[in-house]
Structure formats: structure tokens, C-alpha cells
């Protein structure tokens, strides 16, 4: 018989499931929106993250790139501190169920669902061909989350409405074939969850403008450079060194918003930390040490990590293994519910 669908309260520990994309470079909107959470959350939960490529190529990419920073990628995770006895990190194509069960999915999303995605919306602007995958995006991302029966999703706020549609899908197929899945909770952080572009407060630290002098904070750039792209961050003209949510000052609103995710202090605590702050420079500065003190070991131990790459190989086909062995039998689930055979053997 297949395992009833078990959510947090019914398992003794809650699920987790996350992902990034391996396309550019990791930065510090990935660090403080998602993956510092997922560190600091690792103990109390039980943890699935995937590097997902298979959404990597919904836009055009170098193939060679891709490969290298997949594994970059996996090193830079492993160095920010998450810890294989503590949490299952695989690569998403290494899966076979991922790109099945979007499938699946597929045949119960409705297609005005994806056409409203304001991602879809914005990334399908900026190409000249739109890939079939770029809008299915979101379905990938729900057969993610829901072959691991996850509760909670931790994500920045640009993900919250694509694990809305992964809950919207899920209340579907539960409502056409029965109970299947758990409907799973975005968990956003209450900072960090939207770090700015350095450059233009207004747009969020995005990949996208990566290329764009100043405008992130890349996890692998030498302190120098760090120092460099936070000194030169956009503010305003005024000296007041305070949380607010007044547009013209979300310069130095953003940059307070990383001294407090990076520090983990309250917004009381940072403000009183400038209280005798003699501008903007000296907010810049301290900034830029926190940033710098908090990257430099886990570059140092992504150095080491690059260093064996055989080593790096064993752990993700770990996680692979682990992966498949809960989502393989949700599959199998998924598709009996539908209708389709499965192998003999699968308890179904
Ligand atoms: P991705 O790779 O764009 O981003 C990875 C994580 O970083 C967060 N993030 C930010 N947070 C704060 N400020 C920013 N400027 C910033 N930029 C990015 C993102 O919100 C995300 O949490 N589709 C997803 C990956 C994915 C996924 C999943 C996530 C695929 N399947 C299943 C959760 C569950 C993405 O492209 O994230």
C-alpha cells in the first residue's frame, strides 16, 4: 500500500523543500533570501535542496558553463553550510521523477494559470523566442515540491507566487483523484527577502543584471571587489541612518535590511549601531565588513571543496539517491491515482 500523505504535524519532523538555479553566479539576494535560512533552519527539519538545472535551460545557455556551474554551484552550498548528514542536496536532473511528474502535472494545470505568472511575464519580454519551457517553469517547480510531501518551501518573496500555483495545483489534483499531496506553505524570511540591486534599489539583485557594474555582491567576488560594489551602492542625498519604507531612501533602507539579515540583530539594534554614524560612508563601510567577514570562510571552504572534485561527485550522487528514494514511490503514487499502470513491485 502506498504511504498515506503525511504532512508536518502527522511526520515528527517538518519537510522541507527548496531549490536555485545554477545559471550565473550565486550572489547575496540568493544568500540572505534563501540559502542562510536554510543553514540556520537545517537542524529542526528534515531538508531537501536541489540545484535545478532542468529549469537553467528554460533560457538559453552554454552547455559547458552550465556543467561547471552546477558543481560550483553544489560547492558553494555545501560551503555556506549545508551539511549532508543533516540534509539531502542533489542536482534536479539527476532525478528522473522531476521532469516526469511535471508531466503529470501538466495534465491538470490549467494553461491560464502559467500565462498570469508575472515571472513568466517578465522574462518572456526580454527574449526574442519564448521556449514552451520557460512557461511551464512553474509546473517543474511544483512536481519539485510536491514529490517530497514537503510543508514548507523557503524562499525570497520573488518565488511566493509560483508556490502559490504549487499549492493551487495541489488542492487540484487532491480534488480530482483523491488525497495525494501536501499543500505546502511558502516561508519567507522577515529580512533579506528581497535584497536590492546596489546599483538601483528599485529592481531586486537579480543574475539578470549581474553584468551591470556595482549592482551585486557576487558569494565568489575577492573582498576588494565586495568593498568595492557596496561603497559605490545608490542612496539618497539626506544623512538619517533609519529603517523606511519611503522609496526615495531604499538605498540605504537596503543596505541597512543585509546589516541586519547578515548580523541577525532587531531593526532597533542595527539603527543604534549608526547612532553616532557620521553619514552614509560610515554605514557603507561597516556594511561592507560584515559582508566581508561573513563570505570570506565560506569562499575559503569552497576553495577547498573545488579542490576534490571526487569528493564533490560522491556526496551529490548521495543526495540523488536519497532524492529518488522518496520521490520514485510519490511518482508511482501520482500516476496510479491518474490511471496510468505501474510496475509490478511498487505496491500499488
Ligand atoms: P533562484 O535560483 O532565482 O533563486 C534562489 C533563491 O534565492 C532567492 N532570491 C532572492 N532573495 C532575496 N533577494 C533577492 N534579490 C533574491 N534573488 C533571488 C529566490 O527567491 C530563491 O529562493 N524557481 C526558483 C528555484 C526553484 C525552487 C523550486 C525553489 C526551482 N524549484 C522548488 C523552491 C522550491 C528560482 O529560480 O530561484
Same mark, same amino acid.
Given at each position: 500500500?502506498?504511504?498515506?500523505?503525511?504532512?508536518?504535524?502527522?511526520?515528527?519532523?517538518?519537510?522541507?523543500?527548496?531549490?536555485?538555479?545554477?545559471?550565473?553566479?550565486?550572489?547575496?539576494?540568493?544568500?540572505?533570501?534563501?540559502?542562510?535560512?536554510?543553514?540556520?533552519?537545517?537542524?529542526?527539519?528534515?531538508?531537501?535542496?536541489?540545484?535545478?538545472?532542468?529549469?537553467?535551460?528554460?533560457?538559453?545557455?552554454?552547455?559547458?558553463?552550465?556543467?561547471?556551474?552546477?558543481?560550483?554551484?553544489?560547492?558553494?552550498?555545501?560551503?555556506?553550510?549545508?551539511?549532508?548528514?543533516?540534509?539531502?542536496?542533489?542536482?534536479?536532473?539527476?532525478?528522473?521523477?522531476?521532469?516526469?511528474?511535471?508531466?503529470?502535472?501538466?495534465?491538470?494545470?490549467?494553461?491560464?494559470?502559467?500565462?498570469?505568472?508575472?515571472?513568466?511575464?517578465?522574462?518572456?519580454?526580454?527574449?526574442?523566442?519564448?521556449?514552451?519551457?520557460?512557461?511551464?517553469?512553474?509546473?517543474?517547480?511544483?512536481?519539485?515540491?510536491?514529490?517530497?510531501?514537503?510543508?514548507?518551501?523557503?524562499?525570497?518573496?520573488?518565488?511566493?507566487?509560483?508556490?502559490?500555483?504549487?499549492?493551487?495545483?495541489?488542492?487540484?489534483?487532491?480534488?480530482?483523484?483523491? $488525497?495525494?499531496?501536501?499543500?505546502?506553505?511558502?516561508?519567507?524570511?522577515?529580512?533579506?527577502?528581497?535584497? /536590492? =540591486? !546596489?546599483?538601483? *534599489? @528599485?529592481?531586486?539583485?537579480?543574475?539578470?543584471?549581474?553584468?551591470?557594474?556595482?549592482?551585486?555582491?557576487?558569494?565568489?567576488?575577492?573582498?576588494?571587489?565586495?568593498?568595492?560594489?557596496?561603497?559605490?551602492?545608490?542612496?539618497?542625498?539626506?544623512?538619517?541612518?533609519?529603517?523606511?519604507?519611503?522609496?526615495?531612501?531604499?538605498?540605504?533602507?537596503?543596505?541597512?535590511?543585509?546589516?541586519?539579515?547578515?548580523?541577525?540583530?532587531?531593526?532597533?539594534?542595527?539603527?543604534?549601531?549608526?547612532?553616532?554614524?557620521?553619514?552614509?560612508?560610515?554605514?557603507?563601510?561597516?556594511?561592507?565588513?560584515?559582508?566581508?567577514?561573513?563570505?570570506?570562510?565560506?569562499?575559503?571552504?569552497?576553495?577547498?571543496?573545488?579542490?576534490?572534485?571526487?569528493?564533490?561527485?560522491?556526496?551529490?550522487?548521495?543526495?540523488? $539517491?536519497?532524492?529518488?528514494?522518496?520521490?520514485?514511490?510519490?511518482?508511482?503514487?501520482?500516476?496510479?491515482? /491518474? =490511471? !496510468?499502470?505501474? *510496475? @509490478?513491485?511498487?505496491?500499488?
Amino acid at each position: 500500500m502506498a504511504e498515506q500523505v503525511k504532512s508536518g504535524s502527522q511526520r515528527s519532523r517538518k519537510r522541507v523543500f527548496s531549490g536555485i538555479q545554477p545559471s550565473g553566479d550565486m550572489h547575496l539576494g540568493n544568500y540572505l533570501g534563501a540559502v542562510k535560512g536554510w543553514v540556520q533552519r537545517q537542524h529542526e527539519r528534515e531538508n531537501f535542496f536541489c540545484i535545478v538545472d532542468l529549469h537553467a535551460i528554460t533560457v538559453p545557455q552554454k552547455p559547458d558553463e552550465l556543467r561547471e556551474q552546477t558543481r560550483s554551484l553544489a560547492a558553494m552550498l555545501f560551503a555556506a553550510g549545508l551539511d549532508p548528514k543533516l540534509c539531502t542536496l542533489f542536482v534536479q536532473g539527476h532525478v528522473a521523477a522531476h521532469s516526469e511528474g511535471a508531466w503529470l502535472l501538466n495534465c491538470v494545470t490549467p494553461l491560464g494559470w502559467l500565462e498570469r505568472m508575472t515571472q513568466y511575464k517578465d522574462k518572456s519580454a526580454k527574449q526574442e523566442s519564448v521556449s514552451t519551457g520557460l512557461l511551464d517553469y512553474p509546473v517543474l517547480m511544483a512536481a519539485d515540491i510536491l514529490l517530497y510531501d514537503a510543508d514548507e518551501v523557503p524562499v525570497g518573496e520573488d518565488q511566493k507566487q509560483h508556490v502559490e500555483l504549487a499549492r493551487d495545483i495541489a488542492q487540484r489534483f487532491n480534488h480530482l483523484y483523491g $488525497e495525494t499531496f501536501v499543500v505546502p506553505e511558502p516561508v519567507i524570511p522577515d529580512t533579506g527577502a528581497r535584497v /536590492m =540591486g !546596489l546599483d538601483n *534599489p @528599485t529592481v531586486k539583485m537579480s543574475k539578470t543584471f549581474a553584468h551591470i557594474r556595482g549592482h551585486v555582491v557576487r558569494m565568489l567576488d575577492e573582498p576588494k571587489e565586495m568593498e568595492r560594489s557596496i561603497m559605490r551602492a545608490v542612496t539618497d542625498s539626506g544623512k538619517e541612518i533609519r529603517f523606511s519604507n519611503d522609496p526615495e531612501r531604499a538605498g540605504v533602507n537596503n543596505l541597512l535590511g543585509i546589516y541586519k539579515a547578515v548580523t541577525g540583530k532587531s531593526k532597533q539594534e542595527c539603527e543604534n549601531d549608526f547612532a553616532d554614524a557620521r553619514g552614509y560612508g560610515d554605514l557603507k563601510k561597516r556594511v561592507a565588513e560584515v559582508v566581508v567577514a561573513e563570505l570570506t570562510p565560506i569562499r575559503e571552504r569552497y576553495d577547498e571543496l573545488m579542490a576534490d572534485p571526487a569528493e564533490l561527485d560522491r556526496l551529490l550522487a548521495i543526495g540523488a $539517491e536519497q532524492a529518488a528514494a522518496v520521490s520514485a514511490p510519490k511518482l508511482n503514487e501520482i500516476k496510479h491515482k /491518474m =490511471g !496510468l499502470t505501474v *510496475p @509490478t513491485g511498487s505496491g500499488l
